[in-house]
């Protein structure tokens, strides 16, 4: 299995694969435990029976500090080797055509904000804050500065990159940065009921969904067109050519619900 790390818990339920990360008091990220969550990540997207994961932490007060000060002091290297998924694990993992469902609860700060930005779908609780507070040590919060400007408006992202300021719930819902905001009482119910429903979905169309939405960023509509029409993408044409996408048309034709097979 490679890199594990005690800070690390996973299980495996009908298809959702839930990734736990338990690193008091902040959940902060050090070289070894990203090096271990690229390894837990790059076994959920080459396993075929894990159709969707969760990523959640423990503690009410953190959901992730991001990367971790006090092991960087020590010399463990802010440039190093984050492991075959960039830090956190699932930034920079080739080929993750899986849904990524983030569930946040505390504070998702600096590189943890960027954890939860790597994820389809996000929700929180109502205490949930996010910040990007990399000015302030100096440094380039680099995925979010990507990301964020194209999630939610411009000027709102560069008040929180350039500002470093804080940003509730209630305005992350609002500007369509979290899916949902919920209790904390019922956020993890909420999550696993949307992870029940996408396990159960077309594995095949979740995998294009999200190649082809990784080949949109920064390109042209047409381009893109152009690379589905012509069966460029990997995924496409692996769905065009599946008994999942004959499986869709019959069972519509008879009425019924559609059984997946994933391939």
């Not at 990220?29 to 932490?57: C, M, Q, Y």
Request: proline share 3%; hydrophobic share 50%; charged share 25%.
């Amino acid at each position: 299995m490679g890199i594990m790390a005690d800070s690390i818990k996973t299980k495996s339920v009908k298809g959702v694969f839930e990734v736990v990360l338990d690193r008091p008091p902040a959940n902060a990220i050090d070289l070894i435990t990203s090096r271990a969550l690229g390894e837990v990540f790059k076994n959920f997207r080459d396993d075929d029976a894990a159709r969707v994961a969760i990523l959640r932490t423990t503690g009410a007060k953190f959901f992730c500090a991001g990367w971790d000060l006090k092991a960087a002091a020590a010399g463990d290297a802010v440039d190093g080797d984050y492991g075959v998924g960039g830090f956190g694990g699932i930034q920079e993992l080739r080929g993750l055509n899986k849904p990524i469902i983030a569930a946040v609860e505390g504070m998702a700060v600096g590189g943890g904000f960027e954890l939860a930005l790597a994820c389809d779908l996000i929700y929180c609780t109502a205490e949930s804050r996010f910040a990007l507070p990399e000015i302030n040590a100096g440094t380039l919060a680099d995925a979010a500065t990507i990301k964020l400007p194209k999630r939610i408006p411009y000027h709102v992202a560069m008040e929180m990159l350039l500002l470093g300021r804080w940003m509730d719930a209630a305005e992350a819902k609002h500007h369509g940065l979290v899916n949902d905001v919920l209790g904390a009482d019922a956020l993890m119910a909420h999550v696993w009921h949307v992870a029940e429903a996408l396990a159960a979905g077309p594995p095949l169309v979740f995998a294009s969904i999200k190649e082809v939405a990784r080949e949109a960023e920064g390109a042209r509509f047409q381009d893109v067109m152009n690379q589905i029409t012509k069966r460029q993408l990997a995924s496409v044409d692996v769905l065009y050519d599946s008994a999942d996408n004959l499986e869709g048309a019959r069972a519509f034709a008879e009425k019924r619900a559609p059984k997946w097979k994933g391939r």
